[in-house]
Nanobody
């Protein structure tokens, strides 16, 4: 079994920063891409940022220049540094990763989500 666990969400004011963390644990064989999605109330889940195992990154236009995704391959972790937060960044943030578990095919796994609330 593979688990993804997020941490670091909270309530902040506009202009503040937050750092989200996500750790993969369990019977992981190989971890490929990792990323963050978010879902605001009444809206569909949307891509925030992704990072490949080699470190190539991709960002949603709405967060470019404000958010930075990074990973620590030795610790099976991915991070999202969020700066200059805006009220429209309020959402549940989900960690996701393409992982080959021991004895299984590659599968996209998801965390339970962490709430980020930005007040104006």
């Amino acid at each position: 079994q593979v688990l993804l666990e997020e941490s670091g969400g909270g309530l902040v004011q506009a202009g503040d920063s937050l750092r989200l963390s996500c750790a993969a644990s369990g019977r992981t064989d190989t971890i490929y891409a990792m990323g963050w999605y978010r879902q605001a109330p009444g809206k569909q889940r949307e891509l925030v940022a992704t990072i490949t195992s080699g470190g190539s990154t991709n960002y949603a236009d709405s967060v470019k220049g404000r958010f930075t995704i990074s990973r620590d391959n030795a610790k099976n972790m991915v991070f999202l540094q969020m700066n200059r937060l805006k009220p429209e960044d309020t959402a549940v943030y989900y960690c996701t990763s393409l992982i080959k578990a021991v004895g299984e095919a590659e599968t996209w796994y998801w965390g339970q989500g962490t709430q980020v609330t930005v007040s104006s």
